[in-house]
T-cell receptor, first 112, second 110 residues
Framework: DTAVSQTPKYLVTQMGNDKSIKCEQN?????MYWYKQDSKKFLKIMFS???????INETVPNRFSPKSPDKAHLNLHINSLELGDSAVYFC???????????FGPGTRLTVT | ELKVEQNPLFLSMQEGKNYTIYCNYS?????LYWYRQDPGKSLESLFV?????AVKQEGRLMASLDTKARLSTLHITAAVHDLSATYFC??????????FGTGTSLTVIP
């Protein structure tokens, strides 16, 4: 069984479009995250979210917004896509503070 | 801003040799994590180090943490080809945000 899943695996779209990436975890974790990995493999935290609190990395443009319909899902919505948004986006989850994070397979976003 | 630096960025080593990857971080933290990433794949958790002096070993990999020096090491013993991957350390600053190092791309040559 897949612990953390993401859809789609690949996403190719044009500049200016709006797109969403879905993430689901079946681990019963209460905290979920989104990361961006650029072409140099550098990983940056974008958001962390649990039932009570959304923490946003201040460097993330407000075109990016997480949406959580329930504890097992944290979707990433991106408005007005730009070329620089091209990257691999990873979702992750953990069971609490100081716990290791489990990562999804990643979504490779290409903006043309 | 918290900085996490790894050294070296690229490492090519022969099978059977030993080597150490270093992870330095710029702010106080008692928790450090090591992950492995194969090309085109996701991240796999290797070690969770939760206190000063913590040492963990799994197979040919051993990780340690010195919180006073703000340094963690990942030691590779008698490397084999299957260990070829990119290794990341990550520091947990607030309890729910990881800051990843720059990554070390390891290639083990037969």
């Amino acid at each position: 069984d897949t612990a953390v899943s993401q859809t789609p695996k690949y996403l190719v779209t044009q500049m200016g479009n709006d797109k969403s990436i879905k993430c689901e975890q079946n681990l019963g974790h209460d905290t979920m995250y989104w990361y961006k990995q650029d072409s140099k493999k550098f990983l940056k935290i974008m958001f962390s979210y649990n039932n009570k609190e959304l923490i946003i990395n201040e460097t993330v443009p407000n075109r990016f917004s997480p949406k959580s319909p329930d504890k097992a899902h944290l979707n990433l919505h991106i408005n007005s896509l730009e070329l620089g948004d091209s990257a691999v986006y990873f979702c992750a989850s953990s069971s609490g503070v100081g716990r290791e994070q489990y990562f999804g397979p990643g979504t490779r976003l290409t903006v043309t | 801003e918290l900085k996490v630096e790894q050294n070296p960025l690229f490492l090519s080593m022969q099978e059977g040799k030993n080597y150490t990857i270093y992870c330095n971080y710029s702010t106080t933290s008692d928790r450090l994590y090591w992950y492995r990433q194969d090309p085109g794949k996701s991240l796999e958790s290797l070690f969770v180090l939760l206190s000063n002096g913590a040492v963990k070993q799994e197979g040919r990999l051993m990780a340690s943490l010195d919180t006073k020096a703000r340094l963690s090491t990942l030691h590779i013993t008698a490397a084999v080809h299957d260990l070829s991957a990119t290794y990341f350390c990550a520091v947990d600053r607030t309890g729910n945000q990881f800051y990843f190092g720059t990554g070390t791309s390891l290639t083990v040559i037969p």
